[in-house]
């Protein structure tokens, strides 16, 4: 296994863009990550596009309007974690000498998939046994949100606290969907969805997409003519549940702490070396459900940590800078992808307004199933870390 | 009377004259699964052989949804619920709104229609209505 570096990035802004399409939304992010390489897109040997509810070819669809064909191109899919998944696959085929050089982009038009669907209401999947019964995201998160009153305590204006914090973190982010601080009682007031959770308490549905080149580090040193840092991805890992992980408790979630231990082994990095992290936030109290498992503080503690404000913009470990699902927006697909960039944009010293000073570790996590917790649906979690290397 | 269909077949059966959940026990792990799969989803055994689950269940957590999941209109409960002590699942809960339920509250299962839904009979070439057939709890008196 060779190291694998970060050449490019591009994304979108996040939003609601019924004038685009999603293979738009690709091939705009995938744009970007070329020219911040500044490479020919004719370099690209190696392709994975990850989206939940594109067409099935959104990959090369998005990719032959930069000239990319040719080449082998894989479209994967992974729920919310179909973006990490993208990274962890060409992440591999460089690490394992198949490729130099390639792209990873995630892309989601949510607007378009409305459109396909049509009718109104909460998302149930009908062939997964949970949706048969009316079981949604925000209807599994409510019981999350009750383990944590429950077992640890939270009041509702701890479960809260990340969308409040992560509304202020985006108003800093000029790709963020919202850019607007919210009040407590602003989100208590807003409809009801699942109790105790109300809209504002929910990520939006969002379109957009997000794309990085990765190289090896001979690639890397011969074709880095736009001077970037060199930001080397020190862990990648793809893990899903087993039945056993399934019929635990919904407090403390089992696959997110193995992907972590995993990605934080993988990485010989220490849960307290991370500068900052962005993960997977759809819903507000889910951030804190997170925080335990991740090992960002000890179990138990997460409430403790919460009122303390340790994950805020200016605490010791800030958890969405960026403003996260809840306010950037959550393209689905291109949600893993975006975490990426996220780091590689603190790490280059580009977040304006939510720059982690001297950001130099980060961890980047998303969450995805099709109905997290049903018992037919179990739970991928993805999680990258990725190191700027000391010149 | 509308047709009826289960919600799924191979989960619901007849116990000595009461329906009920039918989940697997494997003769390896010797635990017990729900909803009945291939192989044991603990340990991948063959060796899995059709068991009738008890009526009885404990919360773990639950929620009201506010919002219409089609086909199910708002207000609804559903909980995360554990049988036998063993199998953690989830389930709808039938109870007046004003009745709180909380983790730890006991349940009775019930079999018995959860939704309408009309299917084009291809012979009469009309519309019929089925009644879906599945589970859900009630409050324990």
């Known amino acids: ?391 | 009377m509308n047709k009826q269909r289960y919600l799924r077949d191979g989960i619901i059966g007849d116990n000595n004259g009461t329906l009920s959940l039918i989940g697997h026990l494997c003769a390896d792990c010797g635990k017990k699964s729900f909803p009945p799969f291939e192989l044991c989803p603990y340990c991948s055994s063959e060796n899995v052989k059709n068991v009738f689950l008890s009526n009885e269940a404990t919360i773990l957590a639950a929620s009201t949804t506010r919002a219409p999941v089609p086909p199910y209109k708002p207000p609804f409960t559903l909980a995360m619920v554990d049988i036998d002590g063993e199998i953690r699942t989830i389930g709808r809960i039938e109870k007046e709104e004003q009745v709180k339920i909380k983790k730890g509250d006991k349940l009775t299962l019930k079999i018995g229609k959860l939704y309408e839904e009309t299917e084009f009979n291809k012979q009469t070439k009309t519309n019929e209505m089925i009644d879906i057939i599945g589970y859900y709890f009630v409050p324990k008196k």
């Open chain 1, 1 to 391: 296994m060779r190291d694998v570096y970060v050449l490019g990035i591009g994304q979108t802004k996040f939003g609601a863009f019924p004038e685009y399409s999603s293979v738009d939304q690709g091939a705009m992010a995938s744009v970007k990550a070329v020219k911040d390489a500044g490479i020919n897109a004719k370099e690209i040997e190696m392709a994975y596009v990850g989206y939940a509810r594109a067409p099935s070819t959104a990959g090369q669809m998005a990719l032959i309007r930069l000239g990319i064909g040719g080449i082998p191109i894989a479209n994967v899919s992974n729920a919310c974690a179909s973006g990490n998944t993208a990274v962890h696959m060409l992440y591999k085929d460089i690490a394992t000498g198949l490729c130099e050089v390639g792209i990873a982009t995630g892309l989601e038009s949510l607007t378009e998939d409305a459109r396909k669907q049509g009718g109104k209401g909460l998302l149930a999947n009908r062939y997964d046994f949970g949706g048969l019964l009316g079981l949604t995201m925000p209807g599994f998160f409510s019981w999350v949100y009750m383990r944590l009153i429950d077992e640890r305590g939270a009041t509702m204006e701890d479960l809260c606290h990340p969308a409040i914090k992560n509304h202020y973190n985006a108003q800093f982010n000029p790709l963020a969907q919202y850019n607007k601080p919210l009040t407590y009682e602003q989100i208590m007031a807003s409809p009801p969805v699942v109790e105790p959770l109300t809209v504002l308490q929910c990520c939006p549905q969002s379109d957009g997409g997000a794309a990085l080149i990765l190289c090896s580090e001979e690639y890397f040193k011969k074709h880095n003519v736009n001077h970037h840092p060199k930001i080397r991805i020190a862990a990648s890992v793809i893990h899903s549940a087993s039945w056993l992980t399934i019929q635990k408790d919904p407090l403390f979630s089992t696959v997110v702490r193995e992907t972590a231990d995993k990605a934080y082994h993988m990485a010989g990095v220490d849960p307290k070396d991370l500068d900052l992290a962005e993960i997977h936030d759809a819903f507000s109290g889910e951030e804190i459900a997170a925080y335990e498992p991740l090992r960002f503080c000890p179990e138990g503690e997460c409430i403790k940590y919460t009122r303390e404000r340790y994950f805020d913009l200016k605490g010791k470990l800030p958890v969405n800078p960026s403003g996260g699902l809840l306010s950037l927006g959550h393209p689905l697909g291109a949600s893993g992808t975006r975490a990426n960039c996220e780091l590689v944009r603190q790490f280059r010293n580009q977040a304006g307004g939510y720059q982690v000073p001297g950001a130099r570790i980060g961890l980047a996590q998303m969450l995805g199933a099709v109905l997290l917790g049903g018992p037919e649906s179990p739970v991928i979690c993805g999680i990258q870390i990725l190191e700027k290397v000391r010149s």
